[in-house]
Each structure stands twice: as structure tokens, then as C-alpha cells.
């Protein structure tokens, strides 16, 4: 649960940086004074870093519930086999998520 609370809070974050431009977007229109252009730039730099440890922790979670999915379809025989694969792959992804 704590991972997607942090998740959760990285989303936010991504989403307050992008309103905090928005807001000073709209704060100058005449001309940028350059202490609000490097604040524009540190603003950019910290949203780009949230955004890449959100896809980061997303794509890790995603991609060993993945690997365990195939090897489980390796060695199905039968279609209830199948099925009972993606029922156990869903729960998982549903249960590290909610643990996480």
C-alpha cells in the first residue's frame, strides 16, 4: 500500500507542477523577468524528474508480473489452463498494487 500511496503522491506532484506553470504562465504576459524564467526552468527540470521515476516504478511493476505471465503460458495445455493463467496474473497485478 505504501507504493501507491507514493505513486499517488508523485501523480499529484506531477500535477501540481503542471498547474504552478499554468499560474505563472498567466502571471507576465509582457515580458519574463529572468528570476521567473529559471524558476520556470527549475519547475520544468523537477517535473521531468517525477515524471521519470513514476514511468519507472510503473513499468517495474508491470514487467515482472509480465515475465511470470509467460512462463506460466509456456506450460499450459488446455484452454482452462489459459484462463486460469490471466485469472492469476490479474490478481497479482491487483495485489501488488494494493501493497505496494
Not at 505504501?2 to 504576459?29: A, E, P, Q, T
Not at 506460466?72 to 505496494?100: I, P, R
Request: one cysteine or more; glycine letters at 4%.
Amino acid at each position: 500500500m505504501r507504493y501507491l500511496k507514493f505513486l499517488l503522491k508523485l501523480n499529484h506532484g506531477c500535477f501540481m507542477l503542471d498547474r504552478i506553470w499554468f499560474l505563472l504562465g498567466s502571471v507576465d504576459k509582457r515580458g519574463s523577468s529572468p528570476q521567473l524564467r529559471r524558476l520556470q526552468i527549475f519547475r520544468y527540470e523537477v517535473a521531468q524528474c517525477l515524471h521519470a521515476v513514476q514511468i519507472y516504478m510503473t513499468h517495474q511493476l508491470h514487467n515482472i508480473s509480465w515475465h511470470e505471465l509467460q512462463e506460466t503460458l509456456k506450460t499450459a495445455t488446455c484452454v482452462s489452463e489459459l484462463q486460469q493463467a490471466h485469472e492469476n496474473y490479474f490478481e497479482q497485478c491487483y495485489g501488488e498494487v494494493v501493497t505496494w
